[in-house]
């Protein structure tokens, strides 16, 4: 089976650009989280949907950044504009939640670079 | 809140020897999960293993175990018979199952080197 697809995989932009970042979660999963990760804050939630319904965007940083999932199969993440605090690595996982036990797996990452 | 605690922020191993990665946690929760994922220098974060807080057993996972002390709320990840693939980082996560939705909270991660 196809784990978590995430593109692209290494993104280099300008300060001031729009940026989107797509996800593709596991087929099956209801869950799908974004997060970022840098050395300064570790992995952080941005936000999670579950059944396409944004349940927690509390982690979202700011304005500048907007999450969709407009069907099960698919995710963006927006930053706009962006700014050189934004470089990361953004990841999206997926999980399903079955007798209360879940596991989130994740996607390879998108390795975000802001000159 | 929660809260994952790693206290090692590196560790070295001997090739075949076992290792211990520490995790204290924190939460009000009477019910959570606790996971660990290991990120090679790649950069993916790969899913390690999983224990329920009413788990009886330990959980185990091939040559990874998960050393389970509720009243000391620990979780320690044991790494068996390592082997040099094994050098990465690794992170351990908790989740609430009762309030706190589907949120997973890592702890900075412990970067495990295995060397010949």
């Known amino acids: 089976d196809a784990g978590v697809i995430q593109s692209p995989r290494h993104e280099v932009t300008e300060m001031g650009q729009e940026v989107t970042l797509r996800c593709k979660p596991i087929s099956g999963h209801d869950y799908l989280f974004w997060y970022r990760q840098t050395m300064m804050r570790g992995l952080e939630l941005l936000i999670y949907?579950?059944?396409?319904?944004?349940?927690?965007d509390s982690g979202m940083p700011e304005d500048r950044f907007s999450a969709k999932m407009p069907n099960a199969s698919f995710s963006t993440l927006k930053i706009q504009p962006s700014e050189p605090r934004d470089s990361a690595v953004y990841f999206c996982?997926?999980?399903?939640?079955?007798?209360?036990?879940?596991?989130?797996?994740f996607g390879p990452g998108t390795r975000l670079t802001v000159l | 809140a929660q809260k994952i605690t790693q206290t090692q922020p590196g560790m070295f191993v001997q090739e075949k020897e076992a290792v211990t990665l520490d995790c204290t946690y924190d939460?009000?929760?009477?019910?959570?999960?606790l996971f660990w994922y290991k990120q090679p220098s790649s950069g993916e974060m790969i899913f390690l293993i999983y224990?329920?807080?009413?788990?009886?057993q330990n959980a185990t996972e091939g040559r990874y175990s998960l050393n389970f002390q509720k009243a000391r709320k620990s979780a320690n990840l044991v790494i068996s018979a390592s082997q040099l693939g094994d050098s990465a980082m690794y992170f351990c996560?908790?989740?609430?199952?009762?309030?706190?939705?589907?949120?997973?909270?890592f702890g900075t991660g412990t970067q495990l080197k295995v060397e010949l």
């Open positions: 949907f579950n059944n396409n319904v944004p349940i927690d």
């Open positions: 996560a908790m989740r609430p199952f009762t309030g706190g939705g589907n949120k997973l909270t």
């Open positions: 996982a997926s999980s399903f939640i079955s007798r209360g036990a879940d596991t989130q797996y």
């Open positions: 939460t009000s929760d009477q019910s959570y999960g």
């Open positions: 224990q329920g807080s009413y788990d009886e």
